[in-house]
Antibody, heavy 123, light 108 residues
Framework: QVQLQESGPGLVKASQTLSLTCTVS??????????WTWIRQHPGKGLEWIGY???????QYTPSLQRRLSISLRTSDNQISLTLTSVTAADTAVYFC???????????????WGQGTTVIVSS | SDELTQPPSVSVSPGQTARITCSGD??????AYWYQQKSGQAPVRIIY???ERPSGIPERFSGSTSGTTVTLTISGVQAEDEADYYC???????????FGGGTKLTVL
């Protein structure tokens, strides 16, 4: 059974760098066809796709965050990391990581989600 | 445009059929996915590739597509189906993904 668990500082000061980790159990980050996605949800709002990283290491980021965002695989720890620089209050949200798989040549969506970690940016 | 448009809310009585639409220019060429999010919980995938239902998802959930609109249909709605529902799609050209704004389903 695949499980994902997000972790992070909870509170970060404005202008600083946010670092989050998603620890995966029951699956290998390098499993062919797999991709790992970060999604966030602002308080009381909808879901926002942030970016993903494929098992190969290829990444794609949402245009609005591209200059500040980095997603990487730490295969030795079976973790996915997210780094977001120069945070502001607008980055306050619940951050989810999720897993998906390419099936028959196309993404199958996000079939396993973590429970999410809350990030509050303080001034 | 990469935007996906959903109605903010849908209300139905138990046992009736709920239909939640999602519209976007890219949907005529791209797959859609549907997620259910209950209050305080992580989302759950309920439909993928327009109409495929994952194992463990009740048969009352189904997906369909017509042109630039995809529809999530919940037949015989139950009280436990009250949740927020999000569509999601991808743009093969830009490789960007996008979520719709979400629809709150209320079971009266």
């Amino acid at each position: 059974q695949v499980q994902l668990q997000e972790s992070g500082p909870g509170l970060v000061k404005a202008s600083q760098t946010l670092s989050l980790t998603c620890t995966v159990s029951g699956a290998s980050l390098r499993s062919a066809g797999s991709y790992w996605t970060w999604i966030r949800q602002h308080p009381g709002k909808g879901l926002e796709w942030i970016g993903y990283i494929y098992y190969s290491g290829r990444t794609q980021y949402t245009p609005s965050l591209q200059r500040r965002l980095s997603i990487s695989l730490r295969t030795s720890d079976n973790q996915i990391s997210l780094t977001l620089t120069s945070v502001t209050a607008a980055d306050t949200a619940v951050y989810f990581c999720a897993k998906g798989t390419i099936t028959r040549g196309s993404p199958s969506g996000m079939d396993v989600w973590g429970q999410g970690t809350t990030v509050i940016v303080s001034s | 445009s990469d935007e996906l448009t959903q109605p903010p809310s849908v209300s139905v009585s138990p046992g009736q059929t709920a239909r939640i639409t999602c519209s976007g220019d890219k949907l005529s060429n791209e797959y859609a996915y549907w997620y259910q999010q209950k209050s305080g919980q992580a989302p759950v995938r309920i439909i993928y590739k327009d109409k495929e239902r994952p194992s463990g998802i009740p048969e009352r959930f189904s997906g369909s597509t017509s042109g630039t609109t995809v529809t999530l249909t919940i037949s015989g709605v139950q009280a436990e189906d009250e949740a927020d529902y999000y569509c999601q799609s991808a743009d093969v050209n830009s490789d960007n993904w996008v979520f719709g704004g979400g629809t709150k389903l209320t079971v009266l």
